[in-house]
């Protein structure tokens, strides 16, 4: 009997066992993370006073004694205060920002993403009874509108991550939510300074920066 499991462990480890590699996404924002493979198919929520994690697991392959494999995914990525952003061979960031990336994972690694704030924000819940057929927004820095989202159906929401202000670069926004009656409203002008991690959220009863 002890012949017959001695060879059952040996089998398993030249015929090779299921594995996964484990993605932990740690939020440490105050508001929602989007991630997911390929697509942002799961949602990690904020909070203040705690950095909530979820994890994603990956099939790599069966598992040998000879053999270790890598497996590639594009892994998308972002938040309503962050973004991904390049860094150099030295780890200094260079100010250009992403949403999706390859990430080659190893059998059985777990792979822990820090979430750290990037940008302030501005996110739209429709529940003006009508189509948005836009949200756009210009700063004092800036020469004209600019285009966050379109086509907001009734009941949807969307958001933009916005350059924050800070004492070296003064920035104050302006939003209009367009109807698809062509109707259309103003939130913000000057004072809406937006800090790192603060998001300008709009509805039909408010609009208020938290």
Do not use: W
Not at 84 to 95: A, E, F, R
Not at 153 to 173: M, P
Request: one cysteine or more.
């Amino acid at each position: 009997m002890k012949n017959i499991l001695m060879l059952s462990s040996c089998l398993l480890l030249i015929l090779g066992c299921a594995s996964e590699a484990e993605i932990k996404v740690i939020n440490r924002t105050n508001h929602n993370i989007y991630f997911g493979i390929d697509q942002p198919n799961h949602v990690l929520a904020g909070a203040e006073e705690s950095n909530p994690t979820k994890s994603i697991y990956v099939d790599t392959g069966k598992k040998t004694l000879f053999s270790a494999k890598t497996t590639t995914v594009d892994f998308y990525l972002e938040g309503e205060t962050f973004l991904m952003q390049m860094s150099d061979d030295y780890g200094n960031v260079t100010g250009d920002f992403f949403n999706l990336t390859q990430l080659d994972l190893q059998q059985d690694e777990v792979r822990k993403v820090y979430c750290d704030p990037t940008h302030a924000g501005v996110k739209v819940l429709n529940n003006f009874q009508q189509t948005i057929s836009s949200l756009q927004y210009t700063a004092n820095n800036l020469d004209s509108l600019q285009t966050a989202f379109s086509n907001l159906a009734v009941g949807e929401d969307d958001f933009q991550q916005l350059k924050y202000y800070s004492l070296g670069d003064t920035i104050y926004y302006s939003f209009q939510l367009n109807f698809a009656d062509g109707s259309s409203q103003n939130y913000g002008g000057p004072g809406t300074l937006l800090l790192k991690d603060q998001l300008f959220y709009i509805d039909a009863e408010t609009a208020t920066s938290d």
